[in-house]
T-cell receptor
Framework: DQQVKQNSPSLSVQEGRISILNCDYTNSMFDYFLWYKKYPAEGPTFLISISSIKDKNEDGRFTVFLNKSAKHLSLHIVPSQPGDSAVYFCAAAFSFQKLVFGTGTRLLVSP | DTGVSQDPRHKITKRGQNVTFRCDPISEHNRLYWYRQTLGQGPEFLTY????????KSRLLSDRFSAERPKGSFSTLEIQRTEQGDSAMYLC???????????FGEGSRLTVL
């Protein structure tokens, strides 16, 4: 069963505009959510996280929003840059145990 | 560089052979995780260790797979009698004891012919 879902396999955005990546989850026990970025032939790198006690966390150009009632989180990147082009994975965890990942969204930011 | 390191980076083998991957975590991290990633999918959890104890194994980890972490430092993942379906990227990650963020290595890509 896919507990973490990223329904958009790809997203194209122009440089300078906002990128919004979405993620849905089914397990209400998840209490920690993360976004990872992955370039080809590299391991995933941590981007930003949010605890279930918050609804927003911001780090520079990256903001993660959490809507617990909808079991939905999103990553906003603004302004988007060509170097942001990568695959983005949403992940969720319960009580700091294993991470459960979504299938990823490929973001392409064009100049 | 004191990040997570994995070896080998790429392994090509024939069906039926055994392969072993090694992971060296960040030195002060107590937890070590193994994930598998296939094309178009996100990383899938295989198993994790807290120090030398293996705390959880996924249903994906058939009896052909075995992981160890002797002395709570490096870890090995062995696949016996490889099958073509084992072809994937095997990712290792580590984390401190109580932390949500995992630090991943660059992965070991397995190709089974």
């Amino acid at each position: 069963d896919q507990q973490v879902k990223q329904n958009s396999p790809s997203l194209s955005v122009q440089e300078g505009r906002i990128s919004i990546l979405n993620c849905d989850y089914t397990n209400s026990m998840f209490d920690y959510f993360l976004w990872y970025k992955k370039y080809p032939a590299e391991g995933p790198t941590f981007l930003i996280s949010i605890s279930s006690i918050k609804d927003k966390n911001e780090d520079g150009r990256f903001t993660v929003f959490l809507n617990k009632s909808a079991k939905h989180l999103s990553l906003h990147i603004v302004p988007s840059q060509p170097g942001d082009s990568a695959v983005y994975f949403c992940a969720a965890a319960f009580s700091f145990q294993k991470l459960v990942f979504g299938t990823g969204t490929r973001l392409l930011v064009s100049p | 560089d004191t990040g997570v390191s994995q070896d080998p980076r790429h392994k090509i083998t024939k069906r039926g052979q055994n392969v072993t991957f090694r992971c060296d975590p960040i030195s002060e991290h107590n937890r070590l995780y193994w994930y598998r990633q296939t094309l178009g999918q996100g990383p899938e959890f295989l198993t994790y260790f807290q120090n030398e104890a293996q705390l959880e194994k996924s249903r994906l980890l058939s009896d052909r797979f075995s992981a160890e972490r002797p002395k709570g430092s490096f870890s090995t993942l062995e696949i016996q009698r490889t099958e073509q379906g084992d072809s994937a990227m095997y990712l290792c990650a580590s984390s401190p004891l109580v932390a949500g963020e995992l630090f991943f290595g660059e992965g070991s890509r397995l190709t089974v012919l």
